[in-house]
């Protein structure tokens, strides 16, 4: 089946140690996003690639970080991760702006 | 900036009873979406609203827009334990430019459903 896929599911971090989490798709879906979803809150975006243009949302942190080197992949690296930055990551894709996301399984990140 | 609010935050229920959770907006936007989480899940797609006026029924739910009003609303029929979970309505206020999708989500409605 054509989905979207994230791993790991859970990932554990020490304070101040790089992370990346992963995502894949098969739906060849040209949009990909990342958002965060901190306990008890709503998703919030991080940032989106439309094909391989990039879009930072104003408010997101720099010590996030995204790579997407094909249309299947796309990357969140977290550079010194802060006990804050413990969440949901949840990616999701779209066929393009007109499209429905479709959103992974979600990383649970834990920082330690 | 868009501001996304629902109503209720948290709704405790009846089996067999209806509500309605409601989410208003702030600005003009293309499509309203509804999801349902279950804890430490993902988020799975419920309905996406495309124009003022739409109605959209899946089992015991049923989802409305009014863009006149920046208002949807996710009604409940009879509702059942197994609905027990929380409900995100999200919209895309991207219109036009180079904002692909962008989607700003309510605060969530955590409902609970007992017997």
């Known amino acids: 089946d054509a989905m979207v896929i994230q791993n790991p599911r859970y990932q554990v971090t020490q304070f101040g140690k790089p992370v990346t989490l992963s995502c894949s798709q098969t739906l060849n879906h040209n949009v990909m996003y990342w958002y965060q979803q901190k306990s008890s809150q709503a998703p919030k975006l991080l940032f989106h690639y439309y094909d391989k243009d990039f879009n930072n949302e104003a408010d997101t942190p720099d010590n996030f970080q995204s790579r997407r080197p094909n249309t299947s992949f796309c990357f969140l690296d977290i550079r010194s991760p802060g006990l804050g930055d413990a969440a949901m990551y949840l990616c999701?894709?779209?066929?393009?702006?007109?499209?429905?996301?479709?959103f992974g399984s979600g990383t649970r990140l834990t920082v330690v | 900036e868009l501001k996304v609010e629902q109503n209720p935050l948290f709704l405790s229920m009846q089996e067999g009873k209806n509500y309605t959770i409601y989410c208003n907006y702030s600005?003009?936007?293309?499509?309203l979406y509804w999801y349902r989480q279950d804890p430490g899940k993902s988020l799975e797609s419920l309905f996406v609203l495309l124009s003022n006026g739409a109605v959209k029924q899946e089992g015991r739910l049923m989802a409305s827009l009014d863009t006149k009003a920046r208002l949807s609303t996710l009604h409940i029929t009879a509702a059942v334990h197994d609905l027990s979970a929380t409900y995100f309505c999200a919209v895309d206020a991207s219109a036009g430019g180079t904002s692909y999708g962008k989607l700003t989500f309510g605060q969530g409605t955590i409902l609970t459903v007992h017997p």
């Open positions: 999701a894709t779209s066929r393009d702006r007109w499209g429905q996301c479709t």
């Open positions: 600005t003009t936007s293309d499509r």
